[in-house]
């Protein structure tokens, strides 16, 4: 794959907090100079622990967050460029670019049926020339994501949680898009019905042609679906490979450790496999700590890493990390 759909450059994405009379304003760095690219018909996927910035920058790739600074292009045309004050109009833009939210039951409107929340977004781009086009489409949607042309008379609190996604899914794939930011979309379900919603998103991009970036915490059904995979450490990408190269061969070390997290099948090598304990908790993004932020957390820190700030650097073909400790390797 060669054909970059998404591509975002120093990308920083700064909360003001407030603070006390005459006192210096603060800021929670929530991301901080991510760079990468997603190209068209992949799904990258990204983890990380909570509060690492995996959903803030999902949503401020999509601008649903305002970007602090850094460079956002997508196929090929910047919607938003610090360094030239560019921020272009997004409802053309809304169109291709959708999001699946985490939560389904906060994400819907509770006093709307689901044929409302599905058809608002066929209203606001006028995608429908008359009612019956209208509640045709609507129908198409919801059995394209398992539900019933029944289920658009009914209201949100009337579904569980896995049918609450659905008609999110539903509602993202109502304009048409080429991209959508997939934001845990299954953890708030359960167990029994997450896969179903994973192999749907996946039915879905073969059918489609869509293209995904999938934040998730579970790196093992991120290793499922994704093409490519990029750990996120207290706002900043810290790596970035092939699904299966990552997942085989880590060589930043959070990665490894949370590798080291995931459950095996076979006993034998649950109990053979060590499992990599850190220390600590992770720094505040409102302070971070200087040069590495891992490095407060890192068995193998040395006084570069606490003073100097690595560079997210390819160590093998489409293999990037940002690690001091891999420079002398």
Not at 20 to 28: I, P, S
Not at 57 to 81: A, F, K, W
Not at 118 to 132: M, N, R, T
Not at 259 to 273: F, G, I, N, Q
């Amino acid at each position: 794959m060669s054909d970059v759909l998404l591509k975002i450059e120093n990308l920083r994405k700064y909360f003001p907090v407030k603070g006390k009379l005459f006192q210096k304003r603060k800021y929670v760095q929530a991301v901080e100079s991510v760079s990468f690219q997603i190209y068209r018909g992949e799904t990258l996927g990204l983890v990380g622990e909570s509060g690492c910035g995996k959903t803030t920058l999902g949503r401020t790739i999509i601008r649903l967050y305002e970007p602090t600074s850094g460079r956002i292009l997508y196929d090929g045309q910047p919607i938003y460029d610090s360094e030239k004050k560019l921020a272009v109009d997004m409802l053309p833009y809304r169109r291709k670019m959708q999001i699946i939210f985490q939560d389904p039951s906060a994400s819907l409107d509770p006093r709307m049926t689901v044929g409302e929340i599905v058809g608002e977004a066929l209203d606001i781009h006028k995608l429908c020339a008359s009612k019956q086009e209208r509640q045709e489409r609507i129908n198409s949607l919801l059995d394209e994501v398992g539900l019933n042309t029944e289920h658009a008379n009914r209201f949100p609190h009337e579904f569980s949680g896995g049918q609450q996604q659905r008609v999110g899914i539903a509602r993202a794939l109502a304009v048409e898009p080429e991209f959508i930011v997939c934001d845990e979309p299954i953890s708030a379900l359960d167990v029994s019905i997450q896969s179903q919603v994973v192999n749907m998103l996946e039915d879905l991009q073969r059918e489609k042609g869509l293209t995904y970036l999938f934040i998730a915490h579970d790196i093992s059904v991120v290793r499922h679906i994704s093409n490519r995979i990029g750990v996120m450490y207290l706002g900043q990408l810290v790596e970035l490979a092939e699904s299966y190269e990552l997942c085989s061969h880590p060589i930043h070390p959070y990665t490894k450790t949370l590798l080291s997290a995931v459950p095996l099948p076979d006993p034998e090598k649950s109990r053979a496999r060590q499992r990599i304990l850190l220390e600590g908790d992770i720094p505040s993004p409102l302070d971070p700590p200087s040069g590495c932020r891992f490095h407060t957390r890192c068995p193998y820190a040395t006084e570069r890493c606490r003073s100097e700030q690595p560079v997210l650097k390819e160590y093998g073909p489409g293999h990037f990390a940002a690690c001091h400790l891999l420079e002398r390797g």
